[in-house]
């Protein structure tokens, strides 16, 4: 049975996002590069197994998937049993619907403060040789702040090991990726001023499936 | 009469308030929609606080369940009423057929499509004037998406298949509010999509959704 195949390297954070899945899973799996400098990801190839263009695709057999947290989620639910992980909660509903608003809470409102910073002041300086713009940073930092705050009230005030809840989750992982980029520029330190936020990914940091991904992921300020 | 046992809390002319009303009456679930004020800025409230600390709209109650962001509101109330919307009833593909054009909403539609139903519907609300290079720039990228739903919607009925999914039904509220705009031709130019939109706003629960939204009298250029 050919492994399966992710399309696109772990440099590409929605790539580690599904490839941290698969380590959690402990599967095998193949990484096919994708060369962005040179527009692979909107070459046909490509676009046969992601129409719009993007990093990662997946196939699994017959099945081709794109979109990193749906691709996730196919994973953890035909291979977790072996594994004895589970971090989709879905034989509980209550669990399930916290993983689930975490989950989305990371897509749209910790990403979009969180990734202009990485953007600006690491993957535009490497790939375009620009400066990073430092309004859209500065701007970027205050929402994270605003976000960090509700982090941080979230998980002490509960005192939750994690974001759903006692159990660490899908809504975890999620964070890793561009939370990993965000720690590589001088801008980690804000970190600092949030205890049960950096306790909390200083967990994330120490599981083997976030530690070996990250070595993978070298675009470094 | 006993009180629902599940409370929406938001405005319904909110696309995203509506997705979880959607999600509710595709259900059959019975719900009490607590009406706020985004003008009196019921959402920055210790009270609402408490139920969403990122000061937004949605919020569900159910029970001893209090859960925010509309995607994930839909997902636990189909989990618990209808799972079929969600593919699981099927195959693993299936389901993760219905995450893949779940998340192609969220990522690739939504934000070109509420970008410019906010310049030409919501404006007048935000005290300011519409941005036509902010619609132009996201009219160009949207026509460029709707042609890979096209493609899509050629081979299947719905987006996750030939069954309908929380994928098709996340898509409604927004492009109810979209097809207010002068841009619909850009749907009505494409016969998948075209029929794919037909389709869902002619269930009884989109129509009277639709009329939770009626943001074709809110200021919408008349076709």
């Known amino acids: 049975m050919a492994p399966v195949k992710v399309f696109g390297s772990a440099v590409f954070a929605n790539a580690a996002r599904v490839m941290a899945c698969l380590e959690e899973v402990g599967l095998e799996y193949e990484v096919v590069e994708v060369d962005y400098t040179a527009k692979e990801h909107k070459g046909p190839q490509q676009l046969s197994k992601n129409p719009f263009g993007q990093i990662p695709a997946f196939q699994d057999g017959d099945t081709m998937l794109f979109e990193s947290r749906a691709i996730a989620k196919y994973v953890l639910r035909k291979y977790s049993k072996p594994a004895q992980v589970d971090l989709l909660r879905e034989g509980n509903p209550e669990e399930a619907a916290m993983v689930d608003v975490w989950t989305e809470v990371e897509a749209h409102t910790y990403l979009p403060a969180i990734a202009p910073i990485f953007y600006e002041c690491v993957v535009y300086p490497a790939r375009l040789g620009t400066s990073s713009n430092q309004k859209v940073v500065e701007e970027s930092l205050e929402k994270l702040k605003k976000v960090l705050d509700v982090y941080e009230a979230h998980l002490s005030k509960n005192k939750y090991l994690y974001l759903a809840g006692d159990f660490f989750s899908f809504a975890d992982l999620n964070h890793f990726p561009y939370t990993f980029y965000f720690m590589t520029t001088s801008h980690a330190s804000l970190f600092d001023s949030y205890p049960s936020v950096k306790a909390w990914w200083g967990r994330l940091m120490a599981r083997p499936s976030v530690k070996k991904i990250s070595d993978g992921m070298v675009l470094r300020a | 009469m006993a009180t629902p046992a599940v409370k929406v809390y938001g405005w319904a002319i909110s696309p995203f308030v509506s997705r979880a009303l959607l999600a509710l009456e595709e259900a059959g ?126 081979q299947s009925k719905y987006l996750a298949g030939d069954f309908l999914s929380l994928a098709d039904l996340s898509h409604f509220t927004i492009m109810h509010c979209f097809m207010a705009t002068e841009y619909a031709t850009l749907v009505e130019a494409l016969p998948h999509v075209s029929a794919w939109w037909e389709s869902l706003a002619a269930r009884p629960a989109t129509k009277k959704v639709a009329e939770f939204m009626p943001v074709g009298t809110a200021g919408a250029p008349q076709k």
């Open chain 2, 29 to 154: 679930v019975d719900y009490e929609l607590v009406p706020m004020s985004r003008q009196a800025g019921d959402h920055r409230r210790p009270e609402h606080l408490a139920r969403n600390p990122f000061e937004k709209v949605p919020v569900l109650e159910d029970g001893d369940l209090t859960l925010f962001e509309s995607r994930a509101i839909a997902r636990h109330v189909l989990r618990k009423h209808k799972p079929e919307l969600l593919g699981t009833a099927g195959n693993l593909e299936q389901a993760a057929l219905v995450d893949v054009w779940l998340e192609v909403e969220a990522h690739q539609l939504s934000p070109l499509a509420i970008a410019i139903v906010v310049e030409c519907i919501f404006t007048p609300f935000l005290g300011r004037e519409r941005n036509q290079a902010v619609v132009d720039e996201n009219v160009e990228k949207l026509k460029k998406v709707l042609e890979v739903y096209e493609a899509r919607l050629s």
